[in-house]
Each structure stands twice: as C-alpha cells, then as structure tokens.
C-alpha cells in the first residue's frame, strides 16, 4: 500500500508540484490549503507524513504542526520560503522533524521523504536488548528496540521518529560521545544538504521528554566542543 502524504499548502501551484512530484514517486497525496481543513483532514485520517508551509493565513503553520503533535508522531517536512535562523529553530521545537526552504528543488523534497522512510523503517527494524536509561523506581525509563518504543514506567513516552532515533543511535552502545555531523549522517543521512543546528533542535526536544530536570539533562549530555552522549542512570 503506498505511503499517504498531505501536503499543506497555500499556493496552488506549489501543491500542484509537489503532488505531481510525489506521485510519481509512489506516494499517495491529499492537499489542504490551511490549517483547520489540514487538521480536519489528519483527524479523520491521519496520514503517513506531512509536509507543512509556515504562512497559512489566520492559523499559522507552527500551530499546525503543534495541533498534529498533540495526536501524531508522524514525520512531518516544513516546505518554508522563511529561511532565518529563529523560523527554522521555531519549526523544529514546534515538533518538525526537517526544515526544507523555498525554491526548492524537487529533488531534494524526494530525497528528504525518502530518508524519513528509511528512518521509519530502521527504527521498526532494530532490535537490541532492552536499556534501563534511568533505574530510579520513581521514574524508571526503559528503551526497548524491539517494541520501538521508550517507556516511563508503565507508560510510552511519545517521542517523534527522529527523536527516537536519535536516542537509539546514541545507545549503540551508549558512553561513546558522537559529533553532530556523525548525527547527521546516521540519523538524518544529511551528509550532503544537512545543517548541525536541526540536532541541536531535536537533543533540546528529547531532553524535555527524558531527563528527570531538561534544564539540567544528565542523561543525554554535552561533551563541550565534540558532541553528545548517553549517560544511562
């Protein structure tokens, strides 16, 4: 069955690009112009990916990425002629897992959905023994590969795709410090087009859903001037 993308978009002949684009590239594509029928839309059937403008009229793309994010973990795309440093930070903490800025080759729009996929798969595909990251009984957090899924307790932790790989790459095994350009490479397979401020970005989103203090992380730490490792507690 293919893929489902929607794509939210409020230029028609942007949408129109892509869609040709994707659909010759297997995807199965739904539009939506704005916000609300974007979200009516996921509701109703929630898509398998999402690529989201940031200009979208009254409601804005941030909020739209924020509302899917409430209900989905799903990869989305911002597809943004926004470019500075603060829009593309702010998309990402809304809960994007890439930033794409317009024009735009369609080239590279294929080749980022095409990554994703390979992280989504990787990610259901990978099996390790299960790693105790925080053994206080108050809190204890538990990744587990096999089930794909981080657990608090008794509950799942809702981590993104890519939030998630970036946490199991950094378990295999964990203690090995990794560079952000190593990151790139293995998680976002950026090594062509990737920018190192998106790790950044994701590291600061997984601590405010792992660390016992995000102010203060001591699971997922900064090795001043080299990367970020795993400190399992």
């Known amino acids: 069955m293919p893929m489902q993308v929607l794509i939210v978009e409020d230029d028609d002949r942007i949408r129109a690009v892509l869609r040709l ?24 059937a929630m898509p398998d990916l999402m690529m ?19 209900i ?20 990402l903490e809304a809960g994007a897992d890439d930033y794409v800025t317009k024009p735009f080759q369609v080239k590279e729009i294929t080749a980022r959905l095409r990554a994703l996929r390979r992280r989504l798969r990787t990610s259901a595909e990978a099996a390790q023994p299960d790693i105790v990251l925080d053994s206080d009984p108050r809190r204890r957090l538990v990744l587990s590969t ?33 560079s952000r350009s190593a990151l790139l490479a293995s998680v976002w397979e950026h090594g062509y087009y990737g920018d ?38």
């Open 21 to 44: 684009a994707l659909e010759d590239e297997g995807y199965q594509v739904a539009e939506a112009a704005d916000t609300p029928t974007a979200l009516d839309q996921a509701r109703a």
């Open 52 to 70: 989201v403008d940031l200009m979208l009229g009254e409601i804005d793309g941030y909020t739209c990425i924020r509302e899917i994010r409430r």
């Open 72 to 91: 989905s973990d799903i990869p989305i795309v911002i597809v943004s002629a926004r470019s500075d440093t603060h829009d593309i930070v702010a998309g």
């Open 146 to 178: 096999s089930r794909g899924a981080v657990r608090l307790d008794s509950k799942d932790v809702p981590l993104t795709v890519t939030e998630y790989r970036l946490l199991v790459e950094l378990a295999s095994p964990p203690g090995r410090v990794l």
């Open 196 to 233: 190192e401020r998106i790790v950044d970005v994701h590291i600061r989103r997984l601590r405010t859903k792992v660390e016992r203090d995000p102010g203060r992380p001591q699971l997922v730490t900064t090795v001043r001037g080299m990367g970020y490792r795993l400190d399992p507690r």
